[in-house]
């Protein structure tokens, strides 16, 4: 089957945060952060794998630092690796200085896609080929990742998880 890269699925939104998307604080809503990383990593899945995706898991979330009303966000997403149907994505998000057009990393997140056809039944993806070294490095952890989401999820036994025990191994 056809395999596609890392940066054939890059896709950066780019948006500000408006009054109406912040907390007491002044802050971006996380949940609002949340809904916008569905909506960019949604459409890196789409560019993989060409298909209907749907997000099956969230399966990490680290909100670091708080985003402040007006800041400018963008958030970079990219497949990170791609399983039988379902395609782990993975994104950056960065704060940029008004003045000095500065990148300060935000938050990063995974979340995890499976590719559906029009009855939403789970379909094959491509392989997905790491390029960078980071690229690599989160392929080489997606399995953990994948079998950690699955057991929380109640869909793998903790005695199937090999990649799992190894680590204590
Ligand atoms: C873009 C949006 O916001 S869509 C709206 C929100 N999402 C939805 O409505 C999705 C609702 N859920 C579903 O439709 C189904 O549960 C699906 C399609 C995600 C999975 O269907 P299932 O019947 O469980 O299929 P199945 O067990 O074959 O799993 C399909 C793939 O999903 C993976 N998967 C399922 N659940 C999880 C999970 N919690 N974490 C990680 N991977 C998962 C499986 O490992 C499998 O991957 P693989 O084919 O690459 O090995």
Redesign the pocket.
Known sequence: MLSRTAFQSKTISTDLVLPSETNPLNNLFGGELLARM?RAA?ISARRHSRRI?????VNHVAFNRAVPLGSVVMIEAKVSRA????MEVYMDVWIEDRESGDRVKANEAIY?F?A?DET?R?VKVPELVPETELEIQRFDAALRR?QL??VL?G?MKPADATELKALFE
């Open positions: 569905d949604s995706v749907v997000t099956a898991s399983f039988s149907s379902s995890t499976v559906v939403g789970p994948k989401s699955l999820a869909k």
